[in-house]
């Protein structure tokens, strides 16, 4: 997983003025916290951190006044339309320990191709040290039958990672195509009734 350096600054004022004039400046407002220490609030270069959290789990080595904390993105707050990071929280994190995160599942292989492929859950949570996060987690699809379903317990976990999601939680379900297509055919020749019905009153007339 990457690791990438970033430098903070503490912040000394607070409130939505305050934050609107940090993001005014390409700042990000920021709060570091957990392990019982005192929450830090400061602000990062929203630049640097939009470029940095486009890896998945990444870890952030944030540098404040010569001191670095190794910290992991806990919640980020972006805007509705704009998508701009508005706010986000980190948690420190120890060399070593372990945490609870959600990994990214991708799908590989061929599938059989009477189906439509489902992606019921894109991640899983597993249990992990926290600098060995996987960055994903690859699912073999290979022979999927039409109508069957891969779960969490399906994943081939890494040596170390311990799955935290309920193994019998779907993660892809491959639906039957010929199921779909008799669902719409009903509907089709309802439709076409009235039409028929129409034309026979015409007739009449």
Do not use: C
């Amino acid at each position: 997983m990457a690791e990438i350096t970033i430098n903070g600054v503490t912040r000394t004022e607070f409130g939505k003025g305050a934050s609107r004039r940090a993001r005014r400046d390409g700042l990000v407002p920021a709060v570091i916290y957990g392990h019982g220490e005192k929450p830090q609030h400061i602000t990062l270069p929203s630049r640097e951190l939009g470029v940095a959290l486009k890896q998945s789990n990444v870890l952030l080595d944030i540098v404040i006044d010569g001191k670095t904390e190794l910290t992991l993105p806990k919640a980020i707050v972006r805007h509705p339309l704009k998508q701009i990071i508005e706010h986000i929280d980190l948690v420190l994190v120890r060399r070593g320990e372990k945490v609870v995160v959600a990994v990214p599942v991708h799908a590989v292989g061929e599938h059989d191709r009477d189906g439509v492929l489902e992606h019921v859950n894109n991640t899983v949570e597993v249990r992990v040290e926290a600098t060995a996060i996987p960055s994903f987690f690859e699912l073999d699809i290979n022979g999927l039958a039409a109508g069957t379903s891969l779960y969490a317990a399906d994943i081939k976990l890494p040596a170390g990672v311990e799955l935290e999601s309920d193994p019998k939680m779907i993660v892809v379900h491959l639906s039957e195509r010929s199921t779909a297509s008799e669902e719409v055919a009903p509907v089709a020749a309802a439709t076409e009734a009235p039409a028929a019905a129409a034309d026979s009153d015409k007739k009449d007339a």
